[in-house]
């Protein structure tokens, strides 16, 4: 299973005395980030909210937006020594730099912990039994459109899989023709160079320069480690977990040995095939840039 990591799920509960709403984005990154973002007077939930999010994603960077809204009758204070202190501020600074300006009150009353909600904070317990719910419903809708971005990625990562696998197969069939047509050209040159001098080539030493070739060329181990990558990608596909990680590695080492193939192989049609296959490998690891 596969889980992308982007996704976004809201969630919205009223209630007679609230009215609750909570917003899950999500966007891939290297590691787990949670920002977590409450309405004045519910800051105390954050810490809680942040768990309950690292309980349910791994990677990636998330933005919650929580709103806890009470409906009836709210006891709504002024902090009169924070209103005396930004007055006395705003004072000082309209008489040295602007006589003239005016010190609104409702640009007072609009600046932030001038206005107390002293009962919200010491509700914690009771609030939070009724934020967690809509927590987690936003969660399992966020869950659900990575599951399903997931799949899509797994079924396209699967076809580029099955992709690589035929050019790896014509690659297994092409390269001992390499070591005969090679063998065949210088044959072929010799004999071309050589027809009107009446020198012979020895064929030990024909032999053991096409030896020398086939050793340079020779690309079966990285043949058998590929498709031994590919049944591992394969694996980790089909497990309960999603491990971006773990394909972010094998994807490396997919690039790395097709890169070897076609540094060894000297023939155009290996070389075709090559360019071929770092093409998928390409589009796939791009991919799982986005894989929890």
């Not at 001038?114 to 509700?123: A, F, K, Q, T």
């Amino acid at each position: 299973m596969l889980l992308s990591m982007t996704g976004q799920g809201e969630a919205r509960v009223s209630h007679q005395s609230s009215d609750i709403s909570v917003e899950v984005r999500t966007v891939n990154s290297r590691f787990l980030k949670v920002s977590v973002r409450t309405n004045e007077g519910f800051s105390s939930l954050e810490s809680r909210i942040e768990e309950r999010v690292r309980q349910s994603v791994r990677r990636g960077t998330v933005q919650v937006n929580a709103r806890c809204d009470l409906l009836g009758r709210v006891e709504y204070r002024l902090n009169l020594d924070r209103v005396h202190s930004y007055l006395q501020q705003l004072r000082g600074l309209a008489d040295d730099k602007n006589p003239q300006m005016d010190v609104s009150w409702n640009a007072v009353l609009a600046l932030p912990g001038v206005v107390d909600e002293p009962h919200l904070d010491r509700d914690t317990d009771k609030h939070w039994l009724l934020v967690a719910p809509v927590l987690d419903e936003a969660l399992s809708r966020l869950n659900a459109m990575r599951r399903r971005e997931g799949e899509a990625m797994r079924v396209d990562l699967i076809s580029n899989l099955d992709q690589i696998d035929a050019q790896l197969q014509r690659v297994k069939e092409r390269a001992p023709e390499i070591v005969a047509s090679y063998q065949k050209r210088l044959v072929d040159r010799l004999n071309a160079l050589l027809e009107k001098s009446g020198v012979v080539v020895e064929a030990g030493d024909l032999v053991r320069e096409v030896g020398v070739f086939a050793e340079r060329c020779d690309v079966s181990e990285e043949i058998v480690r590929l498709f031994s990558h590919l049944d591992q990608y394969r694996s980790i596909l089909d497990e309960k977990t999603s491990s971006g990680r773990k394909l972010d590695f094998l994807n490396q080492e997919l690039h790395r040995e097709v890169n070897t193939i076609g540094s060894k192989a000297n023939d155009a049609e290996l070389a075709s095939l090559v360019v071929e296959m770092k093409t998928l490998i390409e589009r796939m690891r791009e991919m799982i840039q986005n894989v929890e």
